[in-house]
C-alpha cells in the first residue's frame, strides 16, 4: 500500500505562484508513475502534469509554459511548480500514482489540497 500526501495549496492572489508537493511512503518510488489531476466544482477530474519513471513529462494545454513538474526519487517526492497562476486554476490538486507488479497494475490517489486563485 502507498500513502500519497500533498502539501502547499492555498489562497493566492492571480498571477502569483504556489508549489504544490507530493511525498509518497514506499521503497518502490522509482519505479511509480506520478500525475497532477485537478478537479474545479462542477467539473470533471483533469490532468495536469505527469512525469514517467523515465522523467518524460507531458503537461496540459492549459498549463504548459506556466507549471513545472519534478520529481526527486531520493527523496520520494514529486513537486508541482505553479508560476503565473489564473482564478480558472483554481481546484482541487490531486496526486497520483500508479505502479506495475508482476502484471497488475495498482493505482493510488492522495487526499487533495486545494489552490485558490483570487482575481
Known amino acids: 500500500q502507498v500513502q500519497l500526501v500533498e502539501s502547499g495549496g492555498g489562497l493566492v492572489q492571480s498571477g502569483g505562484s504556489l508549489r504544490l508537493s507530493c511525498s509518497a511512503s514506499?521503497?518502490?518510488?522509482?519505479?511509480?508513475?506520478v500525475k497532477w489531476f485537478r478537479q474545479a466544482l462542477g467539473n470533471e477530474r483533469e490532468l495536469v502534469a505527469e512525469v514517467s519513471t523515465a522523467g518524460m513529462i507531458n503537461y496540459a494545454d492549459s498549463v504548459r509554459g506556466r507549471f513545472a513538474i519534478s520529481r526527486d526519487n531520493a527523496k520520494n517526492t514529486v513537486w508541482l511548480q505553479m508560476n503565473n497562476l489564473k482564478p480558472e486554476d483554481t481546484a482541487v490538486y490531486y496526486c497520483?500514482?500508479?505502479?506495475?507488479?508482476?502484471?497488475?497494475?495498482?493505482?493510488?490517489w492522495g487526499q487533495g489540497t486545494q489552490v485558490t486563485v483570487s482575481s
Open positions: 497520483f500514482a500508479e505502479i506495475t507488479v508482476v502484471g497488475s497494475t495498482l493505482k493510488y
Open positions: 514506499t521503497s518502490l518510488f522509482r519505479d511509480l508513475e
